[in-house]
């Protein structure tokens, strides 16, 4: 079994999506098909949104795009970004966006450091901003900045605990702090992870990975009240990830790449 663990933190969303503010909700559809429970997986391109400690965990370059390509009539929402990690230390950009929303249009940028501290032990940290809309030039930082602080403890081969403090834009202090565990355990990875507010009630959320071959697995998961699902192809250069979360009255599709060097 995998087990969530409790500390405190956030403040209830404005937000009729969670992807709206500043965390990193929906980056990715592996992440996504896991049930948002990724804090402590945290290994592929999106970590820098999820887990930015948990860059160090290749070498070499990562680049990945997603795309929600049903029902975009709902809202539309589009990561993508980059990761590099040599020798204990990680770099990331990456910027999410969402359109057709309330709020108007969520635009991130997130520029994102790791470093290993010890063997079992690496650390991150974001700054992020928010960009400004309608603008008629590209912006490299843009308003808001905030912060996310995150850890990755690795004590065994199969177990992994994953932190990740976020500040949002326009607040002080630590508005969210997620806790999560990863577990390999019968040739199936497990994930929980529990966001817990400054003021309000925690999410939780919940997943499961299984490869039915070496280069072909299935997912799902639970997302703080909506379920999830997909399944996704690996290989040596790259995967595909595919994605549906249940939205209430509707449903969502997502499809993500992901190409490494």
Same mark, same amino acid.
């Given at each position: 079994?995998?087990?969530?663990?409790?500390?405190?933190?956030s403040?209830?969303?404005?937000?009729?999506?969670?992807?709206?503010?500043?965390?990193?909700l929906?980056?990715?559809?592996?992440?996504?098909?896991?049930?948002?429970?990724?804090?402590?997986?945290?290994?592929?391109?999106?970590? %820098? &949104?999820?887990?930015?400690?948990?860059?160090?965990?290749?070498? $070499?370059?990562? +680049? #990945?795009?997603? =795309? *929600?390509?049903?029902?975009?009539?709902?809202? %539309? &929402?589009?990561?993508?970004?980059?990761?590099?990690?040599?020798? $204990?230390?990680? +770099? #990331?950009?990456? =910027? *999410?966006?969402?359109?057709?929303?309330?709020? %108007?249009?969520?635009?991130?940028?997130?520029?994102?450091l790791?470093?290993?501290?010890?063997?079992?032990?690496?650390?991150?940290?974001?700054?992020?901003?928010?960009?400004?809309?309608?603008?008629?030039?590209?912006?490299?930082?843009?308003?808001?900045?905030?912060?996310?602080?995150?850890?990755?403890?690795?004590?065994t081969?199969?177990?992994?605990?994953?932190?990740?403090?976020?500040?949002?834009?326009?607040?002080?202090?630590?508005?969210?702090?997620?806790?999560?565990?990863?577990?390999?355990?019968?040739?199936?990875?497990?994930a929980?992870d529990?966001?817990?507010?400054?003021s309000?009630?925690?999410?939780?959320?919940?997943?499961?990975?299984?490869?039915?071959?070496?280069?072909?697995?299935?997912?799902?998961?639970y997302?703080?009240?909506?379920?999830?699902?997909?399944?996704?192809?690996?290989?040596?250069?790259?995967?595909?990830?595919?994605?549906?979360?249940?939205?209430?009255?509707?449903?969502?599709?997502?499809?993500?790449?992901?190409?490494?060097?």
């Amino acid at each position: 079994m995998v087990i969530g663990f409790f500390l405190i933190f956030s403040t209830n969303l404005s937000a009729e999506f969670p992807f709206e503010e500043a965390r990193p909700l929906y980056t990715g559809a592996r992440a996504l098909g896991m049930g948002n429970a990724f804090t402590a997986v945290a290994d592929d391109a999106t970590a %820098g &949104f999820w887990n930015p400690a948990g860059l160090i965990q290749w070498t $070499g370059v990562k +680049l #990945f795009g997603v =795309n *929600k390509f049903h029902d975009r009539s709902d809202y %539309g &929402f589009d990561p993508k970004g980059i990761g590099y990690s040599y020798r $204990g230390f990680g +770099l #990331f950009w990456g =910027n *999410k966006i969402a359109l057709g929303v309330e709020s %108007g249009t969520p635009d991130f940028n997130y520029y994102g450091l790791a470093y290993q501290m010890s063997a079992h032990v690496a650390g991150g940290v974001n700054v992020k901003f928010k960009r400004k809309h309608p603008s008629d030039h590209y912006q490299f930082f843009g308003i808001h900045h905030s912060y996310d602080f995150a850890l990755l403890l690795k004590p065994t081969g199969n177990l992994k605990f994953g932190l990740l403090a976020q500040q949002l834009p326009e607040e002080h202090g630590i508005r969210w702090l997620t806790i999560g565990t990863a577990c390999h355990y019968w040739n199936a990875l497990f994930a929980a992870d529990i966001a817990i507010p400054r003021s309000g009630r925690p999410d939780f959320y919940l997943g499961i990975e299984w490869p039915i071959t070496p280069h072909f697995c299935v997912r799902t998961g639970y997302s703080d009240r909506d379920c999830t699902g997909g399944f996704g192809l690996d290989w040596k250069w790259g995967r595909i990830d595919y994605a549906r979360v249940w939205e209430g009255d509707f449903t969502s599709d997502f499809i993500s790449a992901e190409l490494r060097f």
